[in-house]
């Protein structure tokens, strides 16, 4: 096979057709078994479900999953909710600032494949998105410029958003422009998942429910840690496994520093 026929097959549409291709689902009259209920996807499920079922068939996912050491942080952000007037920290918005602050060195996983699949787009904005699970399904409001703000701002942001989602909805234009994207079902549970890339983003983060971990210390004493365990699901054709262990690495060390909760 020629060297470039790669680039070939992709130019010529290769790729796409090949998907188009595949063959259909089978048709099964499942009523032939037993009882059942047809019950219609709302038009937010409809819709997503189309958009997360090309990103999964379209982009190469890769998944790494790690674990960072909250302990501190927590324990400091804690401390500074107790003594809030009004809008008090969370978890969710440390996570969100810890993650503008570690884009910021690695820069492939804030940016877009282009539509020729040639270039990558690195964006010098940090927009990151916040999967909110409403009533009528799954939705990604945006925190824009999210570098720029404080963890309390961020915290009032994503309250507000979230609030606007699961009630009245939300315009377009607060669920646009995102170039990272955080899903987190810590409240519910679990210990890891992979999520499916919000494209164009290249780069979605899982977040699971944090948990107690022994650790040894000297001689024979535990040290109990609290670990938030990270699910890194990345696009493969533009960042590789070692970057991927890097970026996670470095997210767990910006994570247990107390003074990024203020930052």
């Not at 699961?166 to 210990?191: D, E, K, W």
């Amino acid at each position: 096979m020629p060297d470039n026929m790669p680039d070939k097959l992709q130019a010529e549409g290769y790729v796409s057709a090949h998907i188009a291709s595949l063959p259909d689902l089978p048709v099964i009259d499942h009523a032939q078994y037993g009882d059942v209920e047809t019950q219609p996807l709302d038009r937010i499920q409809a819709i997503g479900g189309d958009f997360l079922a090309r990103n999964w068939v379209t982009i190469p996912h890769v998944t790494h999953h790690d674990e960072a050491d909250i302990t501190a942080c927590e324990a400091h952000r804690k401390s500074l909710a107790a003594s809030a007037a009004e809008t008090k920290p969370t978890l969710p918005a440390v996570l969100v600032k810890a993650l503008t602050l570690t884009l910021k060195h690695y820069p492939k996983f804030n940016a877009s494949l282009d539509s020729s699949g040639k270039s990558l787009v690195l964006k010098h904005y940090y927009n990151i998105g916040v999967a909110v699970d409403t009533p009528a399904g799954l939705l990604v409001p945006v925190i824009h410029n999210a570098d720029q703000k404080t963890v309390v701002e961020i915290s009032g942001e994503i309250a507000d958003l979230s609030e606007r989602a699961r009630g009245r909805g939300l315009p377009m234009s607060a669920m646009s422009g995102g170039s990272f994207t955080i899903s987190s079902i810590g409240v519910l549970g679990g210990t890891s998942f992979t999520p499916i890339i919000n494209a164009p983003e290249v780069a979605i983060l899982g977040v699971t429910r944090s948990y107690w971990k022994p650790h040894r210390a000297e001689g024979d004493h535990v040290n109990w840690r609290l670990m938030l365990p990270l699910s890194l699901s990345y696009d493969h054709r533009v960042i590789n496994g070692a970057d991927a262990a890097r970026f996670l690495t470095s997210l767990a060390a910006v994570l247990a520093e107390p003074e990024n909760v203020e930052a």
